[in-house]
């Protein structure tokens, strides 16, 4: 419906549909409906908390309908969402694109990748893929070697045994993706204690570098085993992971000790060549509380070898 206070010249001249709105556009309302929508798209925000992707682009796409430029739409993206990571990606992957609906295409995926990445400071489960079982730690200390808090992997992902966080040791980050250039510790959510391990005592079955949790942790290295997109920056929920602390490697299997009466399935860390089966199976991975409090987030992957790790 047509507002009765726009008068059209010549209106009885109109045949078609066409016709009347190439009249709507010639008239003074239009530029001034235009102006508007440009300006409400300098300032329109995407806030993930406060809305889903699909709504912003649905909102975003309604005031555009006039811009013809591409590179505007692109520009105007970018300055809606002020995020480190979503900038540097979407820049880099609409680059020679010009169709509008690959524009919000891509906006969306560079969205939903950043859900993906690892935060620091937020909870994350580490599955160890041969065995399936998660790396852990418990309040109980090792009775011989260091006499430190145990580590092992275990059965369940419930009862907070294997919940971690990562904190960043450099101190003067300005964002808080992990990165695999990052060195981090890994601070255990339970007892509060860090990852470590020791060369001056022996793991409890196979005699290797003694891993425990304590007070001071070492500083360690995320290692991609497979990234999924060619090189990785980020540290991501589908990313194949080792870690690592200088020349040694952390590592499970399926050799196991006692404490009291109870059997840990034990955790240690080498120095010996990582080699083997190097073939990827599926496997489901959990991440806890990484974003927007998402208490559980599932998906599949896959890795035959004792060293690997899935974040």
């Known amino acids: 419906m047509i507002d009765y206070t726009i008068i059209i010249p010549n209106v009885n001249e109109i045949n078609s549909f066409e016709e009347l709105i190439k ?9 001034i409906y235009k102006n508007s929508c440009k ?6 925000k995407y806030i993930p908390e406060q809305e889903d992707v699909a709504t912003f682009l649905a909102n975003f796409r309604s005031l555009c309908m006039e811009i013809r430029d591409h590179k505007e739409i692109i520009t105007m993206l970018i300055n809606s969402y002020s995020n480190y990571f979503f900038k540097g990606e979407f820049i880099k992957r609409v680059e020679g694109i010009n169709s509008v609906d690959e524009i ?3 906006f969306s995926e560079v969205v939903f990748d950043e859900l993906k990445i ?5 909870s994350i489960a ?3 893929v041969s065995t399936g079982k998660y790396l852990s730690s418990w309040n109980v200390n090792y009775p011989t070697g260091s006499k430190q808090r145990v580590v092992f992997a275990g059965e369940k992902l419930s009862n907070g045994n294997a919940l971690w966080y990562a904190t960043c040791t450099t101190t003067n980050r300005n964002y808080q993706n992990c990165t695999y250039d990052d060195r981090f510790y890994l601070t255990h959510k339970v007892t509060g204690k860090k990852l470590c391990m020791s060369i001056n ?3 409890p079955t196979t005699r290797h570098a003694e891993v425990s949790c304590r007070n001071e942790g070492d500083s360690l290295n995320w290692i991609n085993i497979n990234p999924t997109n060619g090189y990785a920056t980020y540290v991501k929920a ?3 992971i080792t870690l690592k602390y200088n020349d040694y490697i952390f590592r499970s299997h399926d050799f196991t000790f006692t404490i009291g009466n109870k059997t840990f399935q034990e955790v240690v860390a080498h120095e010996e060549r990582i080699g083997g089966n190097d073939e990827f199976y599926s ?6 509380d990484w974003f927007r409090k998402i208490h559980e987030f599932k998906s599949q992957y896959g890795l035959e070898e004792n060293v690997k790790f899935l974040v």
């Not at 496997?283 to 806890?288: C, F, L, V």
């Open 23 to 31: 009249a709507l556009k010639l008239h003074s309302t239009f530029s």
């Open 39 to 44: 300006r409400k798209l300098q300032l329109i």
């Open 104 to 106: 919000f295409k891509i």
């Open 118 to 122: 690892i935060k620091f400071g937020s």
């Open 126 to 128: 580490l599955k160890h």
């Open 201 to 203: 005592h022996k793991s």
């Open 238 to 240: 589908k990313d194949v």
């Open 283 to 288: 496997h489901k991975i959990y991440i806890i």
